[in-house]
Every structure is written in structure tokens, then in C-alpha cells.
């Protein structure tokens, strides 16, 4: 595969060894294109699952739903898997599928070139250089933290860290803990969290709907008829496929299901908690939907456990100079309300940056132009896939590509069925690269915002992730269901790509 000069020649060239990359690696090798690497910048694969370690991670997805069509798993332990099996599913992914040999750990994208004149990609890492004919970004949208504005946070006398940095060494058990943010992450971690600590405060900016989420193991028979009768698997897979795109009738905000999905989560807090006081605080102001739903039958009991202590503000500030602060900092934080919370620990379950991949600053395509630049107003892409100025390139679970009502990985199989159908077109073309036209891009990009402007993501009366904060456009999500993405996604034409050629021969 070497050059000779020290730089590696794949056809294709995988960023990132998380679900995406991996289902993407399994495909090509499954076709026999064997020309590929997946460069990883950690030492470990498994992306989302690699890096949330919090006490009580699990998915909220069905994992019968939520793990590849092509390697159903018989051996789910329980209907929410925990992180660390579904970690254990995709090593044994990677291991058995044989995509061990095209690896390449603790390996960063330190920059990509697009060349005209060969058209190819010379990718530098940080332990060497690739060209490819094709680059696929597959670093996820959840994988950067976020940190929120904290005054003096870097003054705060105690340890803190982001959920998805979790730190282990550092007993729990007796500290007084705050936890910041009341989000997917921070609804799994709170019971485990009030199991240990002393004293349990929660910072809520805003008040999420949560409805219940009915885990439960698999019994043993359950598992053996799954591992004997494949067929079984499949029809479990279907029927939570279909019961999910059911949901999305309340994202369209279509009566009555909005108002039977809404009247559901208040009728699981009023059963939940009795003190009217503390239900007024955990009552949305804005309409269900508009953020993730969360699932959870635990959080609001723990919620209520003599230690645990709802702060219905945000964490505004560390205490400066107010008689608390010893030479190692101060235990005070501040909430937005003026009340003080004197705490050994901050969690920070405030999500991710998710609208401003920082990989885009690390991107160049026709004339150079920086992936960032051409995203500056926002990301957008073609089939939420290709980008105008970037050939041969193609951003898997990227812009517009990511669902709030059913599995994601339902959503990266389409998207690798297309890139390998674009592979395809290119080798039967004659052309040596795809760029796909500004117009394509607009277009699509249009019939995202007519899609997206009557559903909960817009009307909602919500700030969430899905939505450009510098826009307010849905720039994550695909705001319809999984299944018309894939619909959309099914025919791969060239005709919404120029073909390049290369210039430079021989
Ligand atoms: P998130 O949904 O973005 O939630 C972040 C939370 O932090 C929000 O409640 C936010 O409040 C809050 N926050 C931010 N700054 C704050 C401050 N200064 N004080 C108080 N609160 C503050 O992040 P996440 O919970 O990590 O989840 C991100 C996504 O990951 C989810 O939407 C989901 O797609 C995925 N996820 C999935 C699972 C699963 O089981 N499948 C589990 C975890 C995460 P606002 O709401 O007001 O912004």
C-alpha cells in the first residue's frame, strides 16, 4: 500500500472507528474492496461507547434496534444494553468482521488536502500519511464536550469533569456533588450518582419531559429462541422500527398524537412525584419533543431522596474571594437564582458541540477552502453526505443525518449504502472524482427547511442541539421519518455531481 515515499495509497479513507466507521469499514470488506484504512484517534474503538464510562450509561434505544441490521445480536442481555456491552458488540464487530488489519490506533487527522491535480486526498496523521481516493469523516456529532460559561469554574477548589470524561478515581461515596444539566446523560447518571454521594445537588436550566422507560432483562429462553430462530430477531427488530416512526405523527405535531405523547410524560410526573411544588419545577415550558425525550423509571424517584436537591437554575459561577476560597479554590457555586451550594464534586452533563465539528477546521477541499468556512453559516450537505468544493468525500452521521424519534444506526446504514453506491458510479464512470454541485446542496438544504418548519424541532419553543444556535436552522437532524431518509437516500444518480478528471497523469 506504500508509495515508496513514505505515504500510504488507500482507496478509501475511514475517520473514526465508532458505530459509523465501523459499519462503513465492514461493508467495503464485505464487498471484498479491501483497500481501506480507519484511522482512530484513541486507543480504542467503539467512539460513543468508548468514551461514556458514567456510572449507569445505557442507550435508550432498543438495542434490538440499536446495533447493525447485518450483525443482529441473539445475546442482548436486557432490552436497554449498558454501555459497556454494546462496547463488547462492537469490539466483536471489528475482530470479526476482520477489520483489525485496517486499523490504525491512537492515529489523528492532523490535516486533509484535496488535489485537483491528483484528484486525491494526501490525509496527514499523526502517524503518517495517507493518500485516498475517498475520505469518509465518520467522528460523530457527539463526541466533542461541551463546557459550558462557568465563572471561576477553573477556581473551583474541588475535582469536576464532563460526562463523557469520566473520572473513576475519584471516589463519589461522601462527597457532595452538583450536577450540571438535565439531559439524556444526566437522567441515567443521577440514581447511580445519590446511591453514593452524601448530598446531590441538581442544576436544571430547563425541565425535561420524561416518559417511562420499561427495562428488563431478557430470560434465558427469550435468548435461545433469539439465537435459534434468526427469524425472531428480525421480527423483534421490525416491530420496534415500526413503533418508533410511529412517534414521529407528535413530532409533526399532528393531533391527537402530540397531545396523547404530551398528556403521557405528565401523567408519568404526576404519578412520580407528589409534591406540587417540586412538580411545578419539573414541568416543561415548552412543547414535548422540541429537546429528546428522555426515558428513565428511576430519575425522579432519585430525585426525591432526602440528599438530592433540585436547583431549578442554572450553574452560573465558582465563589470568588467570599471567605470560601483556601488555598486550594472554592467549594461554592452560585446558581443563577443567588443560592449557594457548598460541593466536593461538579459533574458536567451539559452535552456536546455538536453544530461546530472541530474536524472541519482540519479539512480542505478545491482551492483549499477549509470545510469550517464552507460550513461558517452552518453545516449543510447533499443526501446529508457530500459537500459542494469537497470530492470524493463523504460525512456519515454528519449534517441533517441524525433522528429524534428513532435509532441512529438505522440512520448510518443508509448513509453507507449510499457512499458505497457513489464508490460504485465512480469506478463505472470513467471519472476520477465526484463533487457534487452548490445547486444540489441548496436544494437539498431547502427541502430540509420546508420539512423541518411546522415539526416540534422549530415550533417547539425550545433551544436543543438540533438546530444551529448562529441560525436557528435544523442543521442535525433529519426532520422526517428514518424510513423517507432512506427513501431519499435509495438511488444514487450522478447527476447531482460534477466529474473530475484528474490532471496530472502517470
Ligand atoms: P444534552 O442533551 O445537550 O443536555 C445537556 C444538559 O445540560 C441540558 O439539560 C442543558 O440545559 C444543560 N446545561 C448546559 N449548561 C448548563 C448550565 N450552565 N447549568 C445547568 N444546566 C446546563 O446533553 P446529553 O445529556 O449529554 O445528551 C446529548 C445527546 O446524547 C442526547 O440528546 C442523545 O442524543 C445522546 N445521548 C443518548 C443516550 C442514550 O441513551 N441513547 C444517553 C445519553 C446521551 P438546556 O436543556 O437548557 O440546554
Same mark, same amino acid.
Given at each position: 500500500?506504500?508509495?515508496?515515499?513514505?505515504?500510504?495509497?488507500?482507496?478509501?479513507?475511514?475517520?473514526?472507528?465508532?458505530?459509523?466507521?465501523?459499519?462503513?469499514?465492514?461493508?467495503?470488506?464485505?464487498?471484498?474492496?479491501?483497500?481501506?484504512?480507519?484511522?482512530?484517534?484513541?486507543?480504542?474503538?467503539?467512539?460513543?461507547?468508548?468514551?461514556?464510562?458514567?456510572?449507569?450509561?445505557?442507550?435508550?434505544?432498543?438495542?434490538?434496534?440499536?446495533?447493525? &441490521?447485518? #450483525?443482529? =445480536?441473539?445475546?442482548? $442481555?436486557? /432490552?436497554?444494553?449498558?454501555?459497556?456491552? +454494546?462496547?463488547?458488540?462492537?469490539? %466483536?464487530?471489528?475482530?470479526?468482521?476482520?477489520?483489525?488489519?485496517?486499523?490504525?490506533?491512537?492515529?489523528?487527522?492532523?490535516?486533509?488536502?484535496?488535489?485537483?491535480?491528483?484528484?486525491?486526498?494526501?490525509?496527514?496523521?499523526?502517524?503518517?500519511?495517507?493518500?485516498?481516493?475517498?475520505?469518509?469523516?465518520?467522528?460523530?456529532?457527539?463526541?466533542?464536550?461541551?463546557?459550558?460559561?462557568?465563572?471561576?469554574?477553573?477556581?473551583?477548589?474541588?475535582?469536576?469533569?464532563? &460526562?463523557? #470524561?469520566? =473520572?473513576?478515581?475519584? $471516589?463519589? /461515596?461522601?462527597?457532595?456533588?452538583?450536577? +450540571?444539566?438535565?439531559?439524556?446523560? %444526566?437522567?441515567?447518571?443521577?440514581?447511580?450518582?445519590?446511591?453514593?454521594?452524601?448530598?446531590?445537588?441538581?442544576?436544571?436550566?430547563?425541565?425535561?419531559?420524561?416518559?417511562?422507560?420499561?427495562?428488563?432483562?431478557?430470560?434465558?429462553?427469550?435468548?435461545?429462541?433469539?439465537?435459534?430462530?434468526?427469524?425472531?430477531?428480525?421480527?423483534?427488530?421490525?416491530?420496534?422500527?415500526?413503533?418508533?416512526?410511529?412517534?414521529?405523527?407528535?413530532?409533526?405535531?399532528?393531533?391527537?398524537?402530540?397531545?396523547?405523547?404530551?398528556?403521557?410524560?405528565?401523567?408519568?410526573?404526576?404519578?412520580?412525584?407528589?409534591?406540587?411544588?417540586?412538580? %411545578?419545577?419539573?414541568?416543561?415550558?415548552?412543547?414535548?419533543?422540541?429537546?429528546?425525550?428522555?426515558?428513565?423509571?428511576?430519575?425522579?424517584?432519585?430525585?426525591?431522596?432526602?440528599?438530592?436537591?433540585?436547583?431549578?437554575?442554572?450553574?452560573?459561577?465558582?465563589?470568588?474571594?467570599?471567605?470560601?476560597?483556601?488555598?486550594?479554590?472554592?467549594?461554592?457555586?452560585?446558581?443563577?437564582?443567588?443560592?449557594?451550594?457548598?460541593?466536593?464534586?461538579?459533574?458536567?452533563?451539559?452535552?456536546?458541540?455538536?453544530?461546530?465539528?472541530?474536524?472541519?477546521?482540519?479539512?480542505?477541499?478545491?482551492?483549499?477552502?477549509?470545510?469550517?468556512?464552507?460550513?461558517?453559516?452552518?453545516?449543510?450537505?447533499?443526501?446529508?453526505?457530500?459537500?459542494?468544493?469537497?470530492?470524493?468525500?463523504?460525512?456519515?452521521?454528519?449534517?441533517?443525518?441524525?433522528?429524534?424519534?428513532?435509532?441512529?444506526?438505522?440512520?448510518?446504514?443508509?448513509?453507507?449504502?449510499?457512499?458505497?453506491?457513489?464508490?460504485?458510479?465512480?469506478?463505472?464512470?470513467?471519472?476520477?472524482?465526484?463533487?457534487?454541485?452548490?445547486?444540489?446542496?441548496?436544494?437539498?438544504?431547502?427541502?430540509?427547511?420546508?420539512?423541518?418548519?411546522?415539526?416540534?424541532?422549530?415550533?417547539?419553543?425550545?433551544?436543543?442541539?438540533?438546530?444551529?444556535?448562529?441560525?436557528?436552522?435544523?442543521?442535525?437532524?433529519?426532520?422526517?421519518?428514518?424510513?423517507?431518509?432512506?427513501?431519499?437516500?435509495?438511488?444514487?444518480?450522478?447527476?447531482?455531481?460534477?466529474?473530475?478528471?484528474?490532471?496530472?497523469?502517470?
Amino acid at each position: 500500500m506504500s508509495d515508496g515515499a513514505g505515504m500510504t495509497a488507500v482507496d478509501v479513507l475511514i475517520v473514526g472507528a465508532g458505530f459509523a466507521g465501523i459499519g462503513m469499514g465492514i461493508q467495503l470488506a464485505r464487498r471484498g474492496r479491501e483497500s481501506f484504512v480507519i484511522i482512530e484517534q484513541a486507543e480504542d474503538v467503539g467512539g460513543t461507547w468508548r468514551d461514556n464510562r458514567y456510572p449507569g450509561v445505557s442507550c435508550d434505544i432498543p438495542s434490538h434496534l440499536y446495533s447493525f &441490521s447485518f #450483525r443482529p =445480536n441473539p445475546h442482548w $442481555s436486557r /432490552v436497554f444494553a449498558e454501555g459497556r456491552e +454494546i462496547h463488547a458488540y462492537l469490539r %466483536a464487530c471489528v475482530a470479526e468482521e476482520g477489520l483489525e488489519d485496517h486499523l490504525r490506533l491512537n492515529c489523528a487527522l492532523s490535516e486533509a488536502q484535496w488535489s485537483d491535480d491528483d484528484a486525491r486526498w494526501l490525509v496527514r496523521t499523526t502517524r503518517g500519511d495517507f493518500s485516498a481516493a475517498s475520505l469518509v469523516i465518520a467522528t460523530g456529532r457527539l463526541s466533542e464536550p461541551k463546557i459550558p460559561l462557568i465563572k471561576n469554574l477553573d477556581r473551583f477548589g474541588g475535582r469536576w469533569w464532563h &460526562s463523557a #470524561r469520566w =473520572n473513576a478515581k475519584v $471516589s463519589l /461515596v461522601g462527597k457532595r456533588v452538583g450536577l +450540571i444539566g438535565t439531559g439524556a446523560s %444526566a437522567i441515567q447518571i443521577l440514581p447511580r450518582l445519590a446511591a453514593e454521594a452524601s448530598e446531590v445537588v441538581v442544576f436544571q436550566r430547563s425541565a425535561p419531559y420524561v416518559l417511562p422507560r420499561g427495562d428488563r432483562e431478557y430470560s434465558r429462553e427469550e435468548m435461545e429462541r433469539f439465537a435459534a430462530d434468526p427469524g425472531t430477531v428480525t421480527a423483534l427488530r421490525d416491530e420496534l422500527f415500526a413503533e418508533a416512526e410511529r412517534g414521529l405523527g407528535a413530532r409533526q405535531r399532528r393531533h391527537p398524537d402530540i397531545d396523547l405523547l404530551r398528556q403521557r410524560a405528565l401523567d408519568h410526573l404526576t404519578a412520580s412525584v407528589p409534591d406540587p411544588g417540586l412538580r %411545578a419545577r419539573l414541568t416543561p415550558d415548552y412543547e414535548i419533543g422540541c429537546k429528546r425525550i428522555l426515558f428513565s423509571d428511576d430519575y425522579y424517584a432519585a430525585l426525591q431522596r432526602g440528599h438530592v436537591r433540585l436547583e431549578p437554575t442554572p450553574l452560573a459561577r465558582i465563589a470568588d474571594g467570599s471567605g470560601n476560597v483556601g488555598a486550594s479554590g472554592s467549594r461554592t457555586a452560585i446558581a443563577a437564582g443567588g443560592s449557594s451550594h457548598e460541593l466536593d464534586v461538579l459533574v458536567l452533563a451539559t452535552g456536546f458541540n455538536s453544530t461546530r465539528p472541530s474536524i472541519a477546521g482540519h479539512i480542505r477541499g478545491r482551492r483549499s477552502r477549509l470545510l469550517g468556512e464552507e460550513w461558517s453559516n452552518g453545516m449543510a450537505a447533499h443526501a446529508s453526505t457530500t459537500v459542494h468544493g469537497f470530492p470524493n468525500m463523504y460525512v456519515l452521521d454528519g449534517p441533517n443525518a441524525a433522528l429524534g424519534h428513532n435509532s441512529a444506526i438505522y440512520m448510518i446504514e443508509t448513509q453507507v449504502g449510499y457512499v458505497l453506491s457513489a464508490l460504485d458510479h465512480l469506478a463505472t464512470s470513467g471519472a476520477d472524482a465526484l463533487d457534487v454541485t452548490a445547486e444540489a446542496v441548496h436544494s437539498y438544504m431547502r427541502d430540509i427547511d420546508t420539512m423541518a418548519r411546522d415539526t416540534v424541532w422549530v415550533q417547539g419553543g425550545c433551544t436543543s442541539w438540533y438546530r444551529d444556535e448562529r441560525t436557528g436552522r435544523v442543521t442535525l437532524l433529519w426532520p422526517d421519518s428514518a424510513t423517507s431518509f432512506r427513501d431519499r437516500l435509495a438511488t444514487f444518480t450522478g447527476v447531482s455531481y460534477e466529474h473530475l478528471h484528474q490532471r496530472r497523469h502517470g
